[in-house]
């Protein structure tokens, strides 16, 4: 809990703002004054950052030093690098620019609109349009969108956003609410104090990214890693190599430069982080399109990870609507039908709760005439119940039998079970007798009746449960109702193992729900601490957990989860700290969600692939060439012809492609494991070449033109690997690549480096071609035994232990 007082913004020399609002005048006045709750920062990139973050790095200063050493020795058919580096930050820019202006129209949807006071009247509006001392309504659910005073009513309010403290907060007339936090039960009217920037919140996330920047996922983690690697080599690898060349191989300076240019060159994997970016950047806009806003990025490979889904019920399993389908009395003979029902409407009216079970309330016991409360006690997560306080001596409560009833829920559960066990919610009404006020006595409770409510299985519930089932994804139910109603509908749904459930406030120390979290599929009256905990169980045991919610109580267990997923219908608070929102609030489309988060990060893995094939090469012959004193045999633009064909375009075509698989291991380990064939056979058949040309005395510009070549059909055969199994498009895809290598090594030979060979040339040529795929084939092979070797040695060592 934060005790330091909101600092406020001053309008005016007086602020006291009657409960009626600003006027329409005070408004505009305001907003020329920029006393508005927008806040600059909002985290989002503008063009020219794209545009400076795309252009200004490491990388590409390398490259343009490069670029100025070959022309220095009058090189310039070794240039091919730089035209392929400047097309690759121009798509970079293209990309992001697209997709940042896709999700800002679509996050305009999203912002969440608040009810305020003008001109007397309450009217809604988006929370960015709220004022200095505007008048700003709240319930349960809302998220607290600026600095506000409350003038009246009361609210329990969650500021674990802000400080970390799970437990909820009362406020009343007088109090501070801080931006940020959420309203968990409760109404209130409020003045605004600071909007914008001058916000708790703004101020809050201003500080947090000056101290951290976000955290990234594996993926992404891993490629800075490798590519830091790289920036931290190539330096002092260049320069080694150079003097290799130069002074002890005692090549032309013109030779000396070209070489170590192309080693540098095929060190630096340029296209593969543009190639993430991007294709994470057109995975936003195909969310985008089927009305999915992410909020962050690195998301989108934990949904691809996914193997653990926490649900609710209402809102995912079943349509948020609910309808009051009987009321069962438990006492006729003193509480009549219609005693009962002039209790509940009472009840109704005076708490007008905006949740789905109010609402089924107010539609059917909802009327003009009630008697006005003295007190409410707003309902909670954490307690279950909510009431109306008449007078000292009577007051009605609203709530989960079991709850209510406690130890005396015995007395009842003969009759309260069927109705739990077909799938009904069941609340209790009851008289309390005593003042509330004091520690909750449940002998003091009077039952009166029983509200039967029911929900409607979603449209293609099942389908949408049998998909995870069929991808090896566990659902998790989490629910704050009754456990055996929860896993009635559970089964209807066709949730695997829905019949093992158990009730939460029987998990009562951390052993017991951990152990729980993994044995059981259905959870009944979690309390929103709980749920939390519970994501963090699962994630301790290993699973990446996805969150769906949309309510308040889902809030913490939302941040909580490897990837957080809120319904656009739901409250305020969900949507916010949510990764990914649901526009259209439709559960139905997980599957396809699902779905693009495997195809982009399936592609990534394939296509980075073929980037550290070269890199592999590159590294590895640089090494060689150093230690052996042998001539570095490849050029800049020879590279060019193999990066371009083998390994740019044919990644980027592949990266758009469907591909659902479930994603399995690490991400730099799986894309290593496969360049690792082919960038030996290539590291071989180029020091193959290289003993022919000293036993046979075979000129440089020929030697350079066969490793050139056999670089090329290796990329082919790495191609080939990759493309396999082949669709009708990786069919065009590789002969379309094929024929343009063909036309390249015949028609722009001269552009390429490239030199006419004579018949003992094209011999050597076509014995290491064929040579090339027994080689990858056996390093392949190799690979294979040594991760099983090394698998069994792990698990015994595990076994041991």
Request: include cysteine.
């Amino acid at each position: 809990m934060i005790n330091s007082p909101v600092k406020t913004q001053s309008a005016s020399p007086t602020s006291q703002t009657p409960v009626t609002g600003l006027s329409s005048a005070e408004v505009q006045d305001r907003i020329s004054r920029g006393l508005v709750n927008e806040d600059k920062n909002d985290g989002t990139r503008s063009i020219g950052d794209i545009v400076v973050s795309n252009v200004f790095t490491y990388f590409n200063l390398i490259f343009v030093v490069l670029a100025v050493c070959v022309i220095l020795v009058g090189s310039f058919r070794d240039l091919t690098f730089m035209p392929v580096i400047i097309i690759n930050t121009l798509i970079g820019i293209f990309q992001e620019i697209r997709s940042k202006r896709t999700l800002d129209k679509l996050s305009l949807l999203a912002i969440p609109s608040v009810n305020v006071m003008r001109d007397g009247e309450e009217v809604t509006i988006n929370s960015t349009q709220i004022v200095l001392d505007d008048i700003v309504c709240l319930k349960s659910g809302n998220q607290v969108p600026a600095d506000l005073r409350i003038l009246e009513g009361a609210v329990q309010v969650n500021e674990a956003m802000l400080t970390g403290e799970t437990d909820d907060i009362a406020r009343q007339a007088g109090e501070e609410l801080l931006s940020g936090s959420f309203i968990t039960s409760g109404s209130c009217k409020a003045q605004a104090l600071a909007v914008g920037e001058n916000s708790y919140i703004a101020k809050l996330s201003k500080d947090a990214k000056k101290m951290k920047k976000g955290t990234k996922s594996e993926m992404m983690t891993s490629l800075s890693r490798l590519l830091k690697v790289i920036g931290f080599i190539i330096i002092p690898a260049g320069l080694l190599l150079f003097y290799n060349q130069r002074i002890v191989l005692s090549l032309s300076l013109q030779k000396s430069v070209v070489s170590t240019v192309a080693a540098i060159v095929g060190m630096i994997p340029e296209g593969l982080y543009l190639l993430t970016t991007i294709a994470l950047a057109v995975s936003t806009i195909k969310l985008a399109q089927k009305r999915t806003l992410v909020h962050d990025l690195n998301c989108i490979e934990a949904l691809a990870r996914v193997n653990v889904l926490c649900v609710d019920k209402t809102g995912t399993i079943t349509k948020p609507s609910m309808t009051v389908e009987q009321l069962v009395l438990l006492c006729p003979e003193r509480f009549s039908q219609e005693d009962a029902e002039a209790i509940l409407r009472d009840h109704t009216q005076n708490l007008s709760d905006s949740n789905e079970t109010g609402k089924a309330l107010q539609a059917k016991f909802g009327g003009d005439k009630f008697r006005r409360a003295e007190r409410i006690i707003s309902f909670s997560s954490a307690t279950k119940y909510s009431g109306a306080v008449y007078n000292e001596n009577e007051t009605y409560l609203l709530g989960a039998p079991d709850i209510l009833l406690g130890s005396r829920y015995n007395e009842f559960s003969e009759l309260i079970q069927p109705y739990a066990d077909s799938g009904m919610r069941v609340l209790l009404s009851a008289m309390y007798d005593g003042d509330i006020s004091s520690d909750f006595n449940v002998s003091n409770i009077f039952p009166i009746s029983l509200v039967l409510l029911s929900n409607e299985l979603r449209d293609k519930a099942k389908d949408t449960f049998e998909y995870f089932a069929s991808q090896g994804v566990e659902i998790k139910v989490i629910s704050g109702d009754n456990p055996a109603t929860v896993s009635s509908i559970a089964l209807k749904a066709g949730i695997a193992n829905a019949e093992k459930y158990v009730d939460a406030t029987t998990l009562t120390n951390e052993m017991k729900l951990r152990s729980a979290a993994l044995e059981y599929t259905v959870f009944g009256r979690v309390t929103p601490e709980q749920k939390r905990r519970l994501v963090i169980a699962l994630k301790a045991a290993g699973k990446t957990v996805a969150m769906t919610g949309d309510g308040v109580n889902d809030v913490l267990a939302l941040k909580s989860a490897d990837c957080s997923i809120a319904m656009a219908s739901g409250s305020d608070a969900a949507c916010q700290v949510s990764q990914l929102v649901l526009l259209n609030s439709d559960f139905n489309a997980m599957p396809s969600i699902v779905n693009e988060g495997r195809r982009v990060i399936n592609n990534i893995e394939r296509s980075a692939a073929l980037f550290l094939v070269k890199n592999i090469f590159s590294f590895t012959l640089a090494m060689i060439s150093m230690i052996a004193i042998l001539p570095y045999p490849i050029t800049s633009a020879q590279l060019s012809l193999v990066s371009v064909l083998t390994i740019g375009a044919p990644s980027f075509f592949l990266a758009l492609e469907p591909d659902f698989k479930p994603i399995k291991g690490r991400f730099l380990q799986n894309v290593l494991l496969r360049a690792l064939p082919a960038g030996l056979t290539d590291v071989l058949v180029i020091l193959g070449v290289l003993a022919f040309s000293f036993a046979f005395d075979m000129k440089s510009d020929q030697i350079s033109t066969i490793c050139a070549i056999l670089l090329s059909i290796v990329g082919m055969m790495m191609l080939y690997r990759t493309c396999t199994p082949f669709t009708k498009m990786r069919k065009i895809l590789y002969f379309a690549v094929l024929a343009a290598l063909v036309f390249c090594v015949l028609f722009l030979r001269f552009l390429f480096a490239l030199t006419p060979l004579n018949y003992g040339e094209y011999l050597v040529l076509i014995v290491f071609s064929i040579s090339a795929l027994p080689i990858m084939d056996f390093t392949t092979k190799s690979i294979v035994i040594f991760r099983e070797w090394h698998a069994r040695r792990k698990k015994l060592r595990k076994a041991h232990s």
